[in-house]
């Protein structure tokens, strides 16, 4: 899977802390998905043996681990209201089930934020699962993300979505 980005000398912010996070839970998510790992175990072994770890001698910003494990609880906790979210916005053609797993799994957690996370700006969760769904995918997917968090924001946070963009 994808890493998060590489770090330069100086301290990540906390900004590239809590992306580097989602981008990890939704690894995380995929891993409990994909094997029906325990959720507590993954986040244990992401905490443990991946965040702060040079690969090949690259050092990557580590993920806040308050806000991944959060993330990967809450979502997994929640995966039956986040998936009718989800299932609730995607086209008539589509049903949850039908979405590829990796895919599926990065709708979930921005479904979980939107649902939970009122201290983030909706327009921030959905910005920051459509670039964690680019680090995945090259083709029409990441509009698919963009479409369907779009559309869950705006049933769960309607006051949000209309007063940013004037109206």
């Known amino acids: 899977m994808n890493q998060p980005p590489k770090t330069k000398k100086q301290k990540p912010s906390a900004k590239a802390r809590r992306s580097a996070a989602r981008l990890a839970a939704v690894q995380a998510l995929y891993q409990i998905a994909?094997?029906?790992?325990?959720?507590?175990?993954?986040?244990?072994?992401?905490?443990?043996?991946?965040?702060?770890?040079?690969?090949?001698?690259?050092?990557?910003?580590?993920?806040?681990?308050?806000?991944?494990?959060?993330?990967?609880?809450?979502?997994?906790?929640?995966?039956?209201?986040?998936?009718?979210?989800?299932?609730?916005?995607?086209?008539?053609?589509?049903?949850?089930?039908?979405?590829?797993l990796l895919l599926r799994v990065?709708?979930?957690?921005?479904?979980?934020?939107?649902?939970?996370?009122?201290?983030?700006?909706?327009?921030?969760?959905?910005?920051?699962?459509v670039d964690v769904a680019h680090a995945f995918f090259g083709g029409k997917e990441p509009a698919m993300v963009n479409g369907v968090l779009d559309k869950i924001a705006r049933t769960l946070r309607p006051d949000e979505m209309t007063a940013v963009a004037g109206g």
């Open 34 to 100: 994909l094997i029906g790992a325990d959720v507590e175990t993954v986040v244990g072994e992401f905490v443990q043996h991946r965040f702060g770890a040079d690969l090949d001698g690259d050092v990557f910003v580590t993920p806040e681990p308050t806000s991944f494990a959060a993330i990967v609880r809450g979502a997994s906790v929640r995966r039956e209201d986040v998936d009718g979210l989800i299932a609730g916005s995607l086209d008539s053609a589509w049903t949850v089930d039908r979405l590829e």
């Open 106 to 129: 990065v709708m979930r957690a921005g479904a979980w934020e939107l649902l939970a996370n009122p201290e983030v700006a909706p327009r921030i969760v959905i910005s920051e699962y």
